[in-house]
C-alpha cells in the first residue's frame, strides 16, 4: 500500500510476479510474423492458401487479451490506492518512452522514402556514377515521383532484362495506372487524402477539449467530446478503407507496384494501424468515463496518456500528408 514511511521516504505498491510481460512478448511476435508473412504471402503467391492470415488474427487476439488482463490489474491497483506518486510517475516516463521508440519507426519509413526518391531512384535511372551500371541495365528508364513507370516497364517487361537484370530481382514489378499525390486545385474536391487531414486536426481539438473538460471535473462536457473524437478516428479509417479500395481497383496501386507501390501502403498502413490503435485506446478511456465514472481532475493518467498518443498520430500525419501526398 502506498504511503510515507517512517524514515520520510516514500514507500510504493510493488506487485507480485508475472508472466503478462511474457504473454504480451508472444502476442507481439506471433502478430509481427503473422502480418510480414500475409503481406508476402499476398504480393508473391496470391490466390494460394496460406494460414499467414490465421496466424496475424491468433496473435492480435492473444495480445489483446493479454492487455486487457494486465491494463484490468493496472487500474483496479490504482482505484485501490495503490499507486503512489513515485509509481505515476513511471507510468509518465514509460508512456515517453513508447512513444519516442514510435518516433524512431516512423522516422526510419521516412528516412527509406527520402533514400529512395533522393537516391536509389535516380541511381536507377543512371544518373551520378552510382547510377553508371543501371543505366546499361535499363536502358531507357526515366526517374520521376510519384514512380508509375518501374525500370522493367521501361524495358518492355520481366522477360526483357538482361540476363545481370535478372540477378537484381525475383518478380515483376509493374507500376501503378496513376497516383494518390495532389491532383490540382481543379479536382481537389474529390481528394480524400484532404478530408483525412481535416478530421485527424479537428479530433486532436476535440481531444484537448475534452482534456481541458476533466481538469474542471466537468465529466459531461468531456465524455462528450471524447466521444466526438473517437468517432472522427473512426470517420478517418473508413476514409482510408475508401482510399485503398479506390488505390487497389481503379489506380492499380499495389505492395509490388514498384517502389511507389510498396512505399504508399507500408507508410499509410502502417499509420492507418496507429490510429486504430488510438481510437480503441480513447473508446476505452470513454467507456471507463461513461460507464464507471473513472478520471478526476487529479488522477486521469489513463486518458492523458491515450490524449498523448492521439495527438502523435496526428504530428505524423502532417508530417506523411507533406511528403507522401504533396511534396
Known amino acids: 500500500m502506498a504511503g510515507q514511511s517512517k524514515t520520510g521516504y516514500e514507500t510504493y505498491y510493488v506487485p507480485d510476479s508475472s508472466k503478462l510481460a511474457v504473454s504480451a512478448t508472444i502476442g507481439m511476435t506471433t502478430t509481427v510474423y503473422g502480418a510480414a508473412s500475409f503481406i508476402n504471402d499476398n504480393s508473391y ?29 493496472t487500474i483496479k491497483e490504482n482505484r485501490a490506492g495503490m499507486n503512489s506518486a513515485q509509481l505515476k510517475h513511471s507510468y509518465v516516463l514509460g508512456m515517453q518512452w513508447f512513444i519516442f521508440s514510435e518516433v524512431m519507426f516512423f522516422a526510419a ?21 552510382a547510377g553508371a551500371m543501371n543505366g546499361l541495365l535499363w536502358p531507357g528508364f526515366e526517374y520521376n515521383w510519384p514512380l508509375l513507370t518501374t525500370p522493367q516497364d521501361a524495358i518492355g517487361g520481366v522477360q526483357a532484362q538482361a540476363a545481370a537484370g535478372h540477378l537484381a530481382n525475383n518478380g515483376e514489378f509493374t507500376g501503378a495506372e496513376k497516383h494518390l499525390s495532389f491532383p490540382g486545385f481543379a479536382n481537389i474536391a474529390h481528394w480524400l487524402p484532404l478530408y483525412n487531414t481535416i478530421i485527424l486536426l479537428a479530433s486532436s481539438f476535440t481531444c484537448h477539449i475534452a482534456h481541458v473538460a476533466m481538469k474542471q471535473n466537468n465529466r459531461k462536457k ?55 490503435m488510438g481510437t480503441f485506446m480513447l473508446l476505452v478511456q470513454w467507456l471507463r468515463s461513461a460507464g464507471k465514472g473513472h478520471f478526476s481532475a487529479n488522477d486521469q493518467f489513463g486518458f492523458e496518456a491515450s490524449s498523448w498518443y492521439w495527438h502523435f498520430v496526428d504530428v505524423v500525419w502532417v508530417f506523411l500528408f507533406l511528403f507522401v501526398y504533396i511534396i
Do not use: C, D, K
Open 45 to 73: 503467391r496470391p490466390g494460394e492458401e496460406t494460414n499467414s492470415g490465421f496466424i496475424l488474427v491468433a496473435g492480435l487476439v492473444w495480445l489483446a487479451a493479454t492487455l486487457f488482463q494486465w491494463f484490468s490489474i
Open 222 to 276: 468531456f465524455n462528450l467530446w471524447l466521444f466526438i473524437t473517437v468517432a472522427m478516428g473512426i470517420t478517418f479509417l473508413y476514409l482510408q478503407y475508401m482510399e485503398y479500395h479506390e488505390a487497389l481497383f481503379e489506380y492499380g496501386i499495389h505492395l509490388n507496384s514498384g517502389v511507389y507501390g510498396t512505399t504508399f501502403f507500408m507508410l499509410t498502413g502502417f499509420h492507418g494501424f496507429h490510429v486504430a
Open 109 to 129: 519509413f521516412f528516412g527509406a522514402l527520402f533514400y529512395i526518391r533522393n537516391l536509389s531512384g535516380p541511381w536507377l535511372a543512371g544518373q551520378g556514377e
